[in-house]
């Protein structure tokens, strides 16, 4: 256990069994997309950290991908999410007929990334893939499934590894559960 910020963090995932699993996914998305031209994007913010090991390990695979990043942010009033998203910041790039990658940190309710992937599609790419580092299925308020997953948890809450509690946390190079707060 850890204390940081006079919060407790135990650990879920550590940093060998993250570079383990990550190593083992860009392996197998290799493999599917031997000899095509990819192109990876990222969901803003959380997906920074993930993507940047998957970056350096698809060189590795002599993989060398178009990045870009989005953003996408929920809108409606109130502190209660609508569920309705709208794409905050958007690719500059063509993605016809690429093989597109979209990566994120973690998939909850799934919105994030079913809006994303329908977006995506409109624009004709080859092959549309998507890649999460963590999934929590009980969360799930529609039928997505990613294509690619690093650890599927129970539905807690996590931060570290570019995931946050309250825009804080993100560098942790573990993934973390926060247990309580210190008085
Ligand atoms: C988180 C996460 C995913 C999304 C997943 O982003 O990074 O993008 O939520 O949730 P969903 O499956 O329920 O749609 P968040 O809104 O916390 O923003 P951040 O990435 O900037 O921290």
């Known amino acids: 256990m850890k204390t940081i910020k006079g919060m407790k963090f135990e650990t879920l995932i550590n940093e060998i069994d993250i570079a383990t699993r990550v190593k083992e996914m860009v392996k197998k998305i290799a493999e599917d997309s031997k000899g095509k031209e990819i192109f990876v994007i990222g969901i803003l913010k959380g997906s920074f950290v993930f993507l940047s090991d998957l970056l350096r390990l698809f060189y590795v695979h002599n993989i060398h991908p178009s990045l870009d990043f989005i953003t996408v942010e929920s809108y409606g009033s109130g502190k209660i999410s609508s569920g309705k998203l709208k794409m905050l ?78 825009n804080l946390f993100r560098e942790l190079p573990y993934v973390a559960v926060i247990l309580d707060e210190e008085k």
């Open 89 to 166: 910041r958007d690719i500059t790039t063509d993605i016809e007929n690429k093989w597109v990658l979209i990566v994120d940190d973690i998939l909850d309710t799934g919105r994030t990334l079913a809006f994303a992937k329908e977006y995506f599609q409109k624009k004709n790419p080859a092959y549309i893939k998507t890649c999460v580092f963590l999934d929590k299925p009980e969360r799930r308020v529609n039928e997505f499934k990613a294509d690619y997953v690093g650890f599927e948890i129970p539905d807690k809450f996590v931060v570290g590894y570019g995931m946050d509690y309250d």
